[in-house]
């Protein structure tokens, strides 16, 4: 099975639609038609008011590093239909393995704030081509999109403070794991306990003891000292194992033998109980104690709202440790991304557009070659419009809400800028991917632009993004054309 050394991805990592589809694509001779895909998702995760895109990085290594192998076609070769017949000629299998991957692709970057039916993703190239890599690209971008999104709300509630991100043990597989030390740290995570990531994408990473070195000694403060001993310069206490405060005094002991020694304690952990109570008390007895410095760190199944509500208690927490629910994104199993055709061409043709009409409003797509054009006003965006790039808008442009046309924004000179960037052309990588630190500071500064109505856990005002006005026009008229409301005159019935 060949997959990229780099994204670990396997090319088989695909449904099998995919493949059939292709095979039809070629059977058919249209597999060189030009076509134009797009990636977005419908509903804004956790009920918030935006997202924050990530996975870029893994969706380019994985799409410069597809390959079928000898192996991959065999498999394939052995597949057969309810007839017992080989679903694919030997003629394709052997097209598959001199596949590669040609297509021009422009993206979002890793960090940036997005919301429903903006592309984050455009691919256009040969239709067969976009076809095969649709699986593996939104399983890349609907994942990391979705804890990168839970991490910036995290952090959020956190109001500066330090999040780390505790929760290999609980993702869902090693996979999982990895993908979400990597997002949640573009979400604004400050370090990971996954030394898999911290190895791969350079993220800090830190962590204390577990309760089970405390119960390997017959006394906590045994175990404290004999951990401030065999790690000086990392001293962190997990300080609940039995009593919390006998715990923080336990530590204490510790932290005055370390001092002895030329070291410093770094600071102890509450794992469990009433954690503002424990941490208001703990940070007492630390500081009457002289140990003003040191940090307390919280954790046990944290999350954006228990992390408002500890706040607004008061907690003396320094540091917080979150982990199943970051994760797993917890209260939100799937982003619901979708790849969506929306238009082809013939060489040397104009593009046509494409759309898809649906009973549910929210999944009627928006045809044409898309871009997604941001304006600022006074220091903050002041919405996002989609626009065909057939008819790119003037300095003074019109944008209407895709849910009710008669809801409208217009822009007159207000700065701006395209979010959909020139990433791959003709397969080849055009754009160096940012440091992943310098993704997370890009959450950083484009949190920050977001009014803070927008950012609220409960009832998030509305991001203004609607359609540009032309783009409007055009796809009522397809839609009413594939309701069979339009005259072949263009008029409506």
């Known amino acids: ?12 990592l695909t449904d099998l639609y995919q493949l059939t589809m292709a095979y039809a694509y070629w059977r058919s001779g249209i597999a060189e ?54 679903l694919f000629t030997p003629e394709f299998l052997d097209w598959l393995l001199a596949f590669k991957f040609t297509c021009d692709v422009d993206a979002m970057l890793e960090g940036t704030v997005v919301f429903p039916r903006e592309p984050l993703v455009r691919v256009i190239g040969p239709i067969m081509q976009c076809q095969i890599v649709e699986t593996a690209l939104l399983n890349i971008v609907n994942f990391q999109t979705l804890v990168a999104t839970k991490a910036a709300r995290v952090c959020s509630a956190a109001q500066g403070d330090p999040v780390l991100e505790f929760g290999l043990r609980r993702a869902q597989g090693p996979d999982g794991g990895l993908s979400a030390s990597r997002a949640s740290y573009v979400g604004g995570c400050s370090g990971t306990s996954n030394v898999l990531a911290g190895q791969r994408y350079g993220i800090p990473v830190g962590g204390t003891h577990a309760h089970s070195w405390v119960m390997a000694f017959d006394t906590e403060l045994e175990a404290f000292l004999a951990y401030a001993d065999a790690m000086p310069n990392n001293a962190t206490f997990l300080v609940d194992t039995y009593d919390t405060l006998d715990g923080v005094r336990h530590a204490i002991a510790a932290g005055r033998r370390l001092a002895e020694r030329g070291y410093s304690m770094i600071g102890i952990r509450i ?34 709202s228990l992390i408002e509500s500890l706040k607004d208690q008061g907690a003396a927490i320094d540091v917080w440790g979150v982990g199943t629910r970051l994760v797993t994104a917890d209260g939100q199993p799937s982003l619901g991304g979708v790849y969506k055709l929306s238009a082809v061409r013939e060489a040397g043709r104009t593009w046509e557009p494409r759309i898809k009409v649906s009973e549910q409003t929210a999944k009627v797509t928006m045809p044409g070659v898309l871009q997604v054009r941001r304006f600022t006003r006074d220091g903050r965006f002041d919405g996002d419009m989609i626009y065909n790039e057939a008819e790119s808008p003037g300095e003074e442009c019109t944008m209407v809400d895709p849910e009710d046309a008669t809801r409208r924004k217009a822009f007159c000179g207000e700065p701006f800028e395209n979010l959909l960037l020139p990433i791959l052309r003709g397969g080849a990588q055009v754009m160096d991917m940012p440091a992943i630190a310098t993704s997370r500071d890009r959450t950083v500064e484009q949190l920050a632009m977001l ?32 309701r069979g409301l339009e005259s072949a005159e263009g008029g409506v019935l």
């Open 271 to 304: 794992d469990s109980g009433d954690l503002a109570w424990l941490s208001r008390r703990a940070r007492e007895i630390l500081d009457a104690a002289g140990f003003q410095h040191v940090k307390i760190y919280a954790s046990n199944e944290l999350d954006e």
């Open 1 to 12: 099975m060949t997959m990229d050394a780099r994204s670990g991805v396997p090319v088989m």
């Open 451 to 482: 009014d803070p109505s927008v950012k609220r856990f409960l009832n998030p005002h509305g991001y203004p993004v609607g359609v540009e006005l032309r783009l409007h026009e055009l796809r009522t008229r397809l839609i009413l054309k594939a």
């Open 33 to 86: 038609t030009e076509a134009c895909f797009h990636a977005s998702f419908r509903r804004t995760p956790f009920g918030g008011g935006y997202a924050v895109a990530a996975g870029l990085e893994q969706v380019v290594e994985y799409l410069t590093g597809i390959r079928f192998s000898e192996q991959d076609v065999a498999y394939l070769g052995t597949l057969t239909g309810n007839d017992g017949a080989p």
